[in-house]
């Protein structure tokens, strides 16, 4: 009797076996129900049809397309409140054994491929399946879960980083405005200066003016005064004569027709007496700006810090590069070059014609020309048009076009001054000696994007300079028509001046 009521024991209760799911064979998780009346998992169901062409239900196969299963509530409800009931049997009888809540043994092995604790009746369920006591399944899952945290805290480090870098670039924006803003004072004060200085020069020369005509006119108003004097006198002379006896008047009245006569000059009107408002006034605004040329300068190209290597150093202007002495703390945003020693104009172009031209001097080693927008930033590479840069370059005293393989170049002289000319439409780039006006090296190619000027002084003390454009108001043909002016035959600064000035002159 004692084996018959342990046997009864270990098994499954009947309610247990009424609320487990055919598929999975442990108790109904979101249990579903089908027309045929037979209950799943909605997981197990749903897994069950997955490589299936026709659904069938996997009980008693019937057919089952374009049917929706229904939730089954009251079975869900009935097996949640089981799952709380069984557990308040195990805490009340003091048992703290996790067992199988299927077979009700107690766990003793692990399968490797489930992932779960097994008891011995769930051998027959995991075929195939390598199955471990339990106490070397705990090793196995923690060596598991240690390479998962080292994963993620690698992903939290790295997070943590670029939250640091995201910080120090916040610090840098800081400073970058900081130091615009000061320099954008300076600038303007400096404009400002000049401005005061010919508001004073011009008040000054209309008072000088104003002056002098005072003078002229003042000079006029005296000799009329000495003139007016003597009339009255001579006026008050001849009537006192008139009134002497009629034969006395008239003994002497030859005598007085003579002396009523007046023998000065008739005064004139001064031509010219009044202030030159015309040359005072008259376009002021326009001539105090062509004026200002003299104490602007006008860069074809500027240079972009933020593209600008931490190895490299650019001038408070942006308009001369070389090495820096120690490497700047710059943010690695993703327009900078690192490792690379380059720099990029801060303007590109995709139409037009431009140019500018750049001061080497005796500079041992640098590489001039453009390059298309996404070239390169983060890792070295080759400079050639293969990678989207069009160049010329001086290195180890040979001077070479950066084709594949470089095509070196004869030059009759050393060039102190390089000139870069850029036609999009017609897909060239040309390279040219300012010394003497010769042609070094000419690339034809198609531009799919965006062209950026590029600098690459390598790392040597001495600068490489781009060379003001001329900020004369009539040196360019751009602005030769009034309606729309040609675009581009000079630098982008200068153009952008010249219209300035064209739409000036038309107002």
Known sequence: ?????????????????????????????????????????????????????????????????????????????????????????????????VICGFHQRPFQLFCIKDEDPVCVECVTLHPGHELVP?????????????????????????????????????IFIESQTKDAEKQIKEEFERLHQVLRDEETSRINALYREENEKKQTVNEKIENISRDITALAELIQSVKREMGAEDLTFLQNFQRLKRRAQWTGDEPKRVQGALINMSLHVGALGYKVWEKMLSHVTCLPVILDPNTVSPWLSISSDFSSVQQSLERQTFPDNPERFDPCVFV???????????????????????????????VVRKRKFTVTTKAGVWTIGLSKGVYSALTTPRTELTLERRPETIRVKVNIEKGEVSFWDTGNNKHLCTYNDKFNEKLFPIFGPGLQSTPIT??????????????????????????????????????????
């Open 1 to 97: 009797m004692a084996d018959s009521d342990e046997d009864i024991t270990d098994r499954p209760s009947l309610l247990e076996s009424d609320l487990t799911c055919p598929v999975c064979k442990d108790i109904f998780r979101e249990p579903v129900l089908l027309s045929c009346s037979h209950s799943f998992c909605q997981e197990c169901l749903e897994g069950s049809w997955k490589n299936q062409s026709k659904r069938q239900c996997p009980m008693c196969r019937k057919c089952c397309d374009g049917e929706t299963p229904i939730p089954n509530r009251a079975l869900k409800n009935t097996c949640v409140s089981y799952k709380k009931e069984r557990n308040w049997r195990g805490q009340g009888t003091g048992a703290d054994e």
């Open 134 to 170: 339990i106490e070397q399944g705990v090793p196995f899952c923690k060596d598991e879960l240690n390479m998962k945290i080292k994963i993620l805290e690698s992903k939290q480090d790295s997070f943590k980083r670029m939250k640091k870098r995201y910080k120090d670039t916040i």
């Open 344 to 374: 990029l104009g801060s303007e590109g172009f995709s139409s037009g014609r431009h140019r500018w031209e750049v001061r080497v001097a005796d500079h041992p080693k640098w590489i001039l020309g453009v390059c298309k927008e996404s």
């Open 466 to 507: 781009i060379l003001p454009a001329k900020n004369s108001a009539n040196s360019c043909a751009c602005v030769s028509t009034k309606s729309k002016p040609v675009i581009n035959c000079c630098s982008p600064g200068e153009y952008e001046l010249q219209t300035a000035v064209s739409r000036f002159t038309r107002t």
